[in-house]
């Protein structure tokens, strides 16, 4: 059983193009995270959400929006893609504690071309 | 100042030798640390937790000092398996969330 799913793992398409990439964990967990991965590796946090009450944003273009339906799904829609989006987004969920660990998903690869 | 500062490595060791990690981090306020795994074109998995007496998992030993805010792995007889990338993490979200900082990472490479 996947814990934590993506899809799509894979997805390349032009500048200007809105696309969405969608998260979902069957873990029972109540907080979900999504990171950015640069080419140069370094994972970053974007968004987490808790129980679909949104509890962090980093300085993320207002481009990228998350939308969590349930506390299973935590969806991620950016508009308007640019070169500089292509990198590698990582899903996670945890339980709502501080000492436990992040599950994540396999990642989604995304190039703009 | 990065938040979570690694040497980027890469460390190349031969099978068997012990090998040690360090990362250094910022916020003193932060609550929890982990050293996490990456494997090539992977996603990141946790390694182990680090605590403030130290901890050990078979090969592997964690420790934690809060007062210089540094934390090491250090890895013992190492295996062909063990290449990876390592990253550190530091948890500084207040009490009731996460919020995790990664280290850009330790890559580690065994050779028979």
């Known amino acids: 059983d996947t814990a934590v799913s993506q899809t799509p793992k894979y997805l390349v398409t032009q500048m200007g193009n809105d696309k969405s990439i969608k998260c979902e964990q069957n873990?029972?967990?109540?907080?979900m995270y999504w990171y950015k991965q640069d080419s140069k590796k370094f994972l970053k946090i974007m968004f987490s959400?808790?129980?679909?009450?949104?509890?962090i944003n980093e300085t993320v273009p207002n481009r990228f929006s998350p939308k969590s339906p349930d506390k299973a799904h935590l969806n991620l829609h950016i508009n308007s893609l640019e070169l500089g989006d292509s990198a590698v987004y990582f899903c996670a969920s945890s339980p709502w504690t501080g000492r436990e660990t992040q599950y994540f998903g396999p990642g989604t690869r995304l190039l703009v071309l | 100042r990065k938040e979570v500062e690694q040497d980027p490595g890469p460390f190349n060791v031969p099978e068997g030798a012990t090998v040690a990690f360090n990362c250094t981090y910022s916020n003193s306020a932060s609550q929890s640390f982990f050293w996490y795994r990456q494997d090539c074109r992977k996603e990141p998995k946790l390694l182990m937790s680090v605590y403030s007496s130290g901890n050990e998992d078979g090969r592997f030993t964690a420790q934690l000092n809060r007062a210089s805010q540094y934390i090491s792995l250090l890895i013992r007889d190492s295996k062909l398996s063990d290449s990876a990338t390592y990253l550190c993490?530091?948890?500084?979200?207040?009490?009731?969330?996460?919020?995790?900082?990664f280290g850009t990472g330790t890559r580690l490479l065994v050779s028979p």
């Open positions: 873990l029972g967990h109540d907080t």
């Open positions: 959400y808790n129980n679909k009450e949104l509890i």
């Open positions: 993490v530091v948890n500084i979200g207040e009490t009731g969330f996460q919020k995790l900082v």
